[in-house]
Every structure is written in C-alpha cells, then in structure tokens.
C-alpha cells in the first residue's frame, strides 16, 4: 500500500512555456501534499504545502504566482510551473500524507523537468 | 531556521561490516525523523522513521535517537553492495527538513 505516482516522469520544455505535474495517492487519501525541488547533488527543499480544498502554503523564497499548486480531491495535486525558465530545470517530488499526527510520508517518482 | 546537518561523505565501508550514518538537527522541539534512502536520478525511499529517545530496530537497520543531544544516526549490519546510496535524515512532522545526504559506498 501507500503508493504515490507522478505524472510525467520527466518533461522538457522551452523556456516561457507552462508545465503541470500531478501527483496521486493511489491507494490510501491524502489530506496533505507536500512538494519538493531538488537540484543537482543537492538536498531535498520544501517548496510548499498543499492542503486539500484550501490554498496551498509556501516556503519562504519560492514564488507561489509562478508555482501554482491546486488539491482539488483527496488524491490529486498538481503543481503548474509558470512561464518556465531554466533556473527552473530540476527534480520535483511530491509526497503524500494521510493525515495523521507523525505519519510518514509516501513519495513520488519525482518528475525531472528540464527547461531549455 | 531550521537545520539538518549530515556528514556528505562518501563514507567507504567493506561488504558485511557495520556502516554508521550521523545526523543532527537544530529544531529543539522536533518530534519525527527518518531516514531515507536515495539512489541517483529516484525520488526517496523511507528506510527507518522514529519518534522516541532510544533504538529502533528493523531487520539490518537501527536507528538511534537522542533528542537531548539532538543527535539521530543509521546503522546498517552486515552492509550489502546494494546498500550503496546516498541517505537522509529528515527532520519534522509536517514538510520535512532534509540533509544534504551522506553518500555510502560499500565495498564488495
């Protein structure tokens, strides 16, 4: 159990475009996703919080008008990089949580966009 | 702000000897942390979570615990050239606080 999948696995665009990652929890609702970036031989960053039906909250520094997320259900987030440039090419995880107080989280695949 | 500090590595053990993983967190009131295992280009993998001062153990696995110390480690027995990766501990309850990793090579 406790699956998350990621779709695409990996994406590449040219700069100026939008590129929309979705993230599921396949087998268990998740109330709360997280998702994170992470650059090359770099450590995983916290880039924000989605929580389902509400507004997602965002780490300090990362810009939430160019990283849309939305967490429509209890299964489905997805994050929108806008206008892409390629300081934005990276490793994008989302994990999932199901909502209990010290639940481990479940992640993705991770997406790799790379922005030309 | 909080922190999580690993030694990068690369830690080099010999094929069925101990290897022993260090971490340190700066968030006094943190109450989970994990460890996870991650193989280049994939996406974390949860190895060991633990919330209580002391061991937990887990088939090779042990993870140790001193919130006084703010101290967690990862020790793997009878390491396997499979073990070779990098490992994170990450710190907290909600979004989790990762160190940069420490890169664990193990030779056959």
């Known amino acids: 159990g406790a699956v998350v999948s990621q779709h695409p696995s990996w994406v590449i665009c040219k700069s100026g475009t939008s590129v929309k990652i979705e993230c599921r929890s396949l087998d268990f609702q998740a109330t709360t996703m997280f998702w994170y970036r992470q650059f090359p031989k770099q450590s995983l960053m916290l880039m924000a919080t989605s929580n389902e039906g509400s507004k997602a909250t965002y780490e300090q520094g990362v810009e939430k008008d160019k990283f849309l997320i939305n967490h429509a259900s209890l299964t489905l987030s997805t994050l929108t990089v806008t206008s892409a440039h390629p300081e934005d090419s990276s490793f994008y995880i989302c994990?999932?949580?199901?909502?209990?107080?010290?639940?481990?989280?479940?992640f993705g695949p991770g997406t790799r966009l790379t922005v030309l | 702000q909080k922190e999580v500090e690993q030694n990068s590595g690369p830690l080099s053990v010999p094929e069925g000897a101990i290897a022993s993983l260090n971490c340190t967190y700066s968030d006094r009131v943190s109450q989970s942390f994990f460890w996870y295992r991650q193989y280049s280009g994939k996406s974390p993998e949860l190895i060991m979570s633990i919330y209580s001062n002391g061991d937990k153990e887990d088939g090779r696995f042990t993870a140790q615990l001193n919130k006084a110390s703010q101290y967690v480690s990862l020790l793997i027995r009878d390491s396997q050239p499979s073990d070779s990766a990098t490992y994170l501990c990450?710190?907290?309850?909600?979004?989790?606080?990762f160190g940069k990793g420490t890169h664990l090579i193990i030779q056959p």
């Open positions: 990450a710190v907290g309850a909600d979004g989790l606080t």
């Open positions: 994990s999932a949580h199901p909502g209990l107080a010290l639940d481990e989280q479940f």
